[in-house]
Each structure stands twice: as structure tokens, then as C-alpha cells.
């Protein structure tokens, strides 16, 4: 019994911990008498608590390094290019220059534009150019409200390891394809 309900209060203090913060500050509250009642219960049962706002503050630290880590790479100097095996997209015109942004916890080189092509004809141009033995491709589509959205991946067989992904999004509306492609850059070496 000790471990289920040992269970039921990690349970509940992790549902507390874990949701975003809706109400900072009244969270903190709530989230603080969560942890004094779960550890007063547990102590009644002779359950060893583990310091929660301890391992909180680890895991706050670790995703401000990560934070910090991905800003420093952000502007960091360098070149700002997409690979140079990068296929050429038919009929392409830019929308800007090519930018560094932080996308799902990584630093990419991004090149947004339009194209008169439709999405799959984007997606067959770009596979058509990783045929050979020296690129890996895939490929996705879907359609969201009726809009067309392609993706195709490509990526070295060979070291350095890179990747490029080309994602064309047309709606019905549309007489232009919007077209996003980016290419992660390597994570940093911890120091």
C-alpha cells in the first residue's frame, strides 16, 4: 500500500510541477502547499519524500544552460548559408536573407521565399535532385484545411552530417507556393 499511494503522491506532485505556468504566482503557491501535504502525508507513513523544489531548481537551472547554449550559438558569427549541396529551388524568389532561428530546441539556417510551382512540383524537383548515392531523401504531404503542405527531407549519407528540409505550403486561394527551407546547425560541444 506505502508504494501505491508513494506513486499516487509522486503522481500529483509531478502534475503540479510539469504544467505550464498558468498563474505564476499563484501556481507557486499551490505548487509549494502541494509538496508540504504530499511530505507531511508521506512522513505519517514513514515514506522518505524526495526534495522536490530541489530537483525543480536542478531542472530550472538545466533548461536555462540549454536556453543560454542555444542564444550563444544563435549569434554567434559564421557564415549564414544553407549547405552548399543544397538543391536549387525552381522558379524560387525570397521573401528576405537567409537567418539563423531557434526552432524545437535547435539553431537553424532558414531561407524563406515563394515559387509559381505547386508544392509537389517543388517535392518532385528536389527529389529528382537527390537521386544518386550520395543523399538520403523522404518526403511528406498533407493537406490542412484544404491547404497543401509538402515537406522533403534530405540529408548526407557521409560525414559532416547534414540536413535540409524544403517545406511548401499552398492554400486554395493561393497562385503562389510559400516556401520555407532550413537546415539545422550542429549542436555546440559542451565546454
Do not use: C
Not at 503540479?16 to 502541494?34: G, N
Not at 524544403?166 to 550542429?186: G, M, Y
Amino acid at each position: 500500500m506505502n508504494s501505491r499511494f508513494l506513486a499516487f503522491v509522486s503522481l500529483l506532485i509531478a502534475s503540479f510541477l510539469l504544467a505550464p505556468s498558468l498563474r505564476a504566482q499563484d501556481t507557486d503557491k499551490e505548487v509549494d502547499d502541494a509538496i508540504q501535504q504530499a511530505t507531511e502525508v508521506a512522513k505519517k507513513m514513514g515514506v522518505k519524500m524526495p526534495d522536490v523544489k530541489k530537483q525543480l531548481e536542478e531542472v530550472n537551472k538545466e533548461e536555462a544552460k540549454e536556453k543560454a547554449a542555444l542564444q550563444k550559438q544563435l549569434e554567434a558569427p559564421g557564415p549564414l548559408a544553407l549547405p552548399d549541396w543544397t538543391p536549387k529551388v525552381p522558379q524560387f524568389e525570397p521573401t528576405g536573407p537567409v537567418s539563423r532561428k531557434i526552432v524545437s530546441d535547435e539553431v537553424n539556417i532558414i531561407q524563406t521565399g515563394t515559387s509559381l510551382l505547386t508544392p509537389a512540383e517543388l517535392e518532385d524537383s528536389w527529389e529528382e535532385a537527390a537521386k544518386g548515392d550520395k543523399l538520403n531523401s523522404s518526403r511528406t504531404n498533407g493537406s490542412y484545411n484544404d491547404t497543401k503542405v509538402v515537406r522533403i527531407y534530405l540529408s548526407t549519407r557521409q560525414e559532416p552530417l547534414q540536413s535540409v528540409v524544403l517545406e511548401a505550403r499552398r492554400a486554395p486561394e493561393d497562385k503562389i507556393t510559400h516556401v520555407t527551407i532550413f537546415s539545422p546547425l550542429p549542436k555546440p560541444v559542451e565546454e
